[in-house]
């Protein structure tokens, strides 16, 4: 771990009430559009794992029926930049041809890392792939992409918290600050 990873400073930018809040109207348009359908729940690790949890347990609350797996890809190593690359460190396990998929990130930047894995995903022909992200950073996009439901859309800021880290640390935030500075 890096020292400025230790060392840097952050301010808050989404309270976890507000997070919960958004989260909450998020799921409730989710659950609207797939009511009394089950939803195979694809959740992207690392960073989409407080996300995933916390969307899921909200979809319970609607009785919509759920299969939850999880894939990893990486392209950031653990620095700031994306490597330009994806690479798939572990696939899904389960079966989705005619299944209704929900992939679920954490944050849609550059764009590659979901387009990457829902082309993967469309492999396995479900019936419908829609994907869900917490936070939006439309500037940032250099592979065209949308999601169909954001939590969040934020401006071009090094966030962490919520599952989002820098070097490994602040995932465990329960709200989402931005690092001011690295250096301390
Ligand atoms: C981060 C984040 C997203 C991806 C978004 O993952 O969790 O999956 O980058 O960036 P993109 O739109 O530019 O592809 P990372 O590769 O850092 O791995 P992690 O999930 O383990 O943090």
Redesign the pocket.
């Known amino acids: 771990m890096s020292d400025a990873a230790r060392q840097a400073i952050l301010e808050p930018l989404i309270r976890e009430e507000d997070l919960h809040q958004g989260i909450k109207e998020l799921v409730d348009r989710i659950a609207t559009d797939f009511e009394g359908d089950e939803l195979h729940v694809i959740g ?5 794992f407080m996300f995933t949890a916390d969307l899921v347990r909200l979809l319970y609350r609607h009785s919509i029926p759920l299969v939850v797996d999880f894939m990893t ?4 190593g653990g620095g700031i930049e ?1 490597s330009g690359t ?1 690479n798939m460190i572990r696939d899904i396990d389960i079966n989705l041809s005619g299944q209704q998929v929900l992939l679920v ?10 387009d990457f894995a829902s082309r993967r995903l469309a492999e396995s022909y479900p019936a419908s792939l829609k994907t869900c992200v917490f936070l939006d950073k439309p500037s ?1 996009r250099v592979v065209p992409f949308e999601a169909d439901y954001v939590g969040f859309t934020v401006p071009d800021l090094f966030v962490v918290g919520y ?3 820098y070097d490994g640390r602040y995932r465990e935030l329960p709200h989402l600050s931005v690092v001011t500075s690295e250096d301390g």
Not at 44 to 48: E, F, K, P, Q, T
Not at 73 to 76: G, N
Request: glycine content about 12%; hydrophobic content about 30%; overall charge negative.
């Open positions: 992207l690790l690392r960073g989409s890809v990486s392209s950031y994306s994806v990130d954490d944050i849609l930047d550059t764009g590659r890392t979901l940032r599952g989002l880290d």
